[in-house]
């Protein structure tokens, strides 16, 4: 028992660590865990897995928000983060995204019957879907903004971007690829500009009609994303953005949050209905156990769920802690360090190839800043690889 | 002023960058053709012998042997063996 608690702790803190480091995805470290899991259990490496996923799920918004560093799952959320930080309500962002989380774990309980008893009959047929599917939501995501033609022109660059990183033999493609788009070119912004942040206000409120739409959107996306492979959040937030309010930043922020959790919970489920792993996580079980049961999945959904609960109080207070520090601290520096930070740690796990992609993503990202173009146009590094990948012919 | 400067760096890494990744991705894929003569399935993922002695690996792609395909995909190296990722997986003859 005791083994047990140890490693729901000890997956609560790697995730907490691993959610406040920027850039530091819990996809990069683990692959190391398989080797330390040898001596233990299967139960001790699904409660160890599960708390580690969820709980990074929940901390990993604070980087995004606070310090404008994603990665590759809350990218997007870096775009209106920024903006309600920059108005001093950094910390209504993060609990606009919590509760996008807490709705997600409700998704999840409502998903589960479908992805148990409909989807494995229906899997082959989705990937058909899926083509059509993405390419409406980057027909929406260019044609929605005023300058088309821009717009069209940054999906595309950023496509191409995408097709060429994917296809390299780069470990941790997207590490280099999202962190150049959307991180180091905000962190850069920030410097020239001299950005400056208010005094962070703590108010927060949210009227439950607000949790409607970006949970319903999550309902109808997250399956599609959970189930086919080389879609992820990312993905999931363009198509699903499209169901939400156009220009809602705070519903898009509640619909990332519940897409990251839904995302995150239903690759388990996924991994024991069709037996496929969509996630760093649920590919970890795939590989570590030798089979996985209906009950191993119970206990993944009970700790996900309860830790999930846990994760929005920890993540409340953590980041009414950045909230109430954030503007003692010189923002340019701190944006400075933590740009050295992400470049060592693209370094470390993409090699130096890895670095050049972070060097033209950088400039890709700078470009569309200049350029006074939507960054979610910037997906198109995601959007246009998947639309190929998925094309029917 | 500082902005154009800018500007025109950023244009210049960019399209320069993309370009040359283009290039170099490119260099990284491969197309062959084999008749499949092993496979071993971990849960969907496939490695594939082909008769061309190319290994190739796919997910969710349900190959059988004897089956001859043509298979695009990327180089990877997999414990310093050449292995070839596929994208796209064509079969060119078929058996019962």
């Given at each position: 028992m005791l083994i047990e608690i140890l490693a729901i702790a000890g997956g609560l803190i790697l995730g907490v660590v691993c959610g406040l480091i920027p850039g530091l995805h819990i996809n990069l470290i683990l692959p190391f865990l398989i080797l330390a899991s040898v001596p233990f259990s299967s139960l001790t490496?699904?409660?160890?897995?599960a708390?580690?996923?969820?709980?990074?799920?929940?901390?990993?918004?604070?980087?995004?928000?606070?310090?404008?560093?994603?990665?590759?799952?809350?990218a997007l959320a870096i775009l209106p983060g920024h903006e309600l930080l920059n108005k001093g309500k950094g910390h209504e962002a993060v609990m606009l995204a919590l509760s996008g989380c807490l709705a997600g774990l409700f998704v999840i309980l409502i998903l589960i019957p479908l992805f148990i008893f409909i989807l494995p009959s229906i899997f082959y047929y989705l990937k058909f879907i899926m083509f059509f599917v993405l390419l409406i939501a980057s027909g929406y995501l260019i044609l929605r903004e005023k300058n088309k033609l821009l717009s069209l022109f940054i999906f595309l660059l950023a496509g191409f971007l995408g097709i060429a990183s994917l296809n390299l033999d780069l470990k941790q493609s997207l590490l280099p690829l999202l962190s150049g788009l959307f991180g180091s070119s905000s962190l850069i912004t920030?410097?020239?500009?001299?950005?400056?942040?208010?005094?962070?206000?703590?108010?927060?409120?949210?009227?439950?009609?607000?949790?409607?739409?970006?949970?319903?959107?999550?309902?109808?996306?997250a399956p599609?994303?959970?189930?086919?492979?080389?879609?992820?959040?990312?993905?999931?937030?363009?198509?699903?953005?499209?169901?939400?309010?156009?220009?809602s930043r705070r519903k898009f922020l509640i619909l990332l949050?519940?897409?990251?959790?839904?995302?995150?919970?239903?690759?388990?489920?996924?991994?024991?209905?069709?037996?496929?792993?969509?996630?760093?996580s649920s590919a970890i079980l795939q590989q570590t156990l030798d089979t996985f049961s209906f009950n191993q999945l119970i206990i993944i959904l009970a700790t996900i769920f309860i830790l999930g609960i846990f994760s929005f109080f920890l993540t409340k207070r953590i980041s009414r802690f950045y909230a109430l520090n954030i503007n003692k601290f010189n923002y340019q520096k701190i944006s400075l360090t933590?740009?050295?930070?992400?470049?060592?740690?693209?370094?470390?796990?993409?090699?130096?190839?890895?670095?050049?992609?972070?060097?033209?993503?950088t400039a890709t990202g700078l470009l569309t800043i200049l350029l006074n173009s939507r960054r979610t146009n910037l997906m198109g590094s995601l959007m246009l690889p998947s639309i190929l990948l998925y094309l029917p012919i | 002023m500082q902005k154009q400067v800018l500007l025109i760096t950023c244009i210049a890494i960019s399209f320069l960058g993309i370009f040359f990744l283009l290039i170099l991705a490119g260099a990284n894929n491969l197309s062959v053709q084999g008749k499949i003569i092993s496979i071993k399935d971990y849960s969907g993922f496939q490695i594939i012998k082909l008769d061309s002695n190319k290994?190739?690996?796919?997910?969710?792609?349900?190959?059988?042997?004897?089956?001859?395909?043509?298979?695009?995909?990327?180089?990877?190296?997999?414990?310093?063996q050449v292995q070839i990722s596929a994208n796209k997986i064509e079969i060119i003859k078929n058996v019962n």
């Open positions: 490496i699904i409660l160890f897995v708390s580690l996923t969820i709980v990074y799920t929940f901390v990993s918004f604070i980087p995004s928000i606070f310090l404008g560093c994603p990665d590759e799952d809350t920030s410097i020239i500009k001299k950005q400056k942040i208010p005094k962070q206000s703590l108010e927060f409120s949210l009227e439950k009609k607000e949790l409607l739409l970006p949970s319903l959107a999550s309902f109808l996306v599609l994303c959970s189930l086919l492979p080389s879609l992820g959040a990312g993905q999931a937030a363009i198509i699903g953005s499209d169901i939400i309010e156009e220009k949050g519940s897409l990251n959790t839904a995302i995150s919970g239903l690759a388990f489920v996924a991994l024991y209905s069709i037996n496929k792993a969509r996630t760093g933590v740009l050295i930070f992400l470049s060592m740690v693209v370094l470390i796990f993409s090699g130096f190839l890895g670095f050049l992609v972070f060097i033209i993503s | 290994t190739v690996t796919c997910d969710s792609c349900n190959l059988k042997l004897n089956q001859t395909v043509q298979v695009q995909g990327k180089i990877e190296y997999y414990q310093s």
